[in-house]
């Protein structure tokens, strides 16, 4: 019987191991359209956690090590951007990613009161773009950021909440 995976709200206490997954999960990323000046690979501990403090903030957990993270907020039209969902290498392609996406958005509709769901993703991250159509995403937009890069904007409308949210547990 192998250990379970659990979906929890983050801590302080996880800022060092969130900075450091989401720094090994953005390097593909980067190298994909040849940018290794992104955000998430320039942000700093500092910054992370001032995240934590005003974000909603998920982490998947396999015993102590955080596996898995997504982060979120509500602006005051109740939209709610999803940012920097990144699963451990070795966790991918279990659906792990899935259920991290469904976590962070019953969070942000019952403790935010999120009406609809905005996120992005670069045009060329196919296993993303992938990922967020499956879950119920769809594209509304495509912004051209640079020669390398168009940043494509998904959204779908939140579902009505029913009940508290709670922690997911899934066996690896």
């Known amino acids: 019987m192998g250990m379970s995976v659990t979906i929890s709200a983050a801590t302080d206490q996880d800022a ?3 900075l450091k997954l989401q720094y090994l999960c953005y390097q593909p990323e980067a190298a994909l359209y040849d940018d290794y000046s992104i955000e998430p690979l320039t942000q700093t501990l500092d910054d992370l956690r001032a995240e934590l403090s005003d974000a909603c903030v998920v982490v998947a957990r396999l015993g102590t090590e955080v596996v898995g993270a997504v982060r979120g907020t509500v602006d ?3 939209t709610a951007a ?3 969902l990144v699963v451990h290498p070795r966790m991918q392609h279990h659906g792990l990613g899935g259920r991290l996406l469904a976590a962070v958005e019953e969070r942000l ?10 996120l992005f993703a670069g045009h060329r ?3 993303n ?4 159509r499956s879950r119920g995403y769809t594209p509304v937009g495509t912004e051209q950021l640079s020669s390398r890069l168009s940043l494509v904007t998904l959204e ?3 579902a009505t909440a029913q009940g508290a949210p ?5 066996s690896v």
């Open 76 to 78: 005051a039209d109740g």
């Open 109 to 118: 509709s019952t403790e935010r009161s999120a009406k609809r769901y905005r």
């Open 125 to 127: 991250s196919e296993g």
């Open 129 to 132: 773009l992938r990922l967020y």
């Open 16 to 18: 060092e191991q969130i």
């Open 166 to 170: 709670r922690d997911y547990v899934a």
């Open 156 to 158: 779908k409308e939140a």
């Open 82 to 84: 999803i940012d920097k």
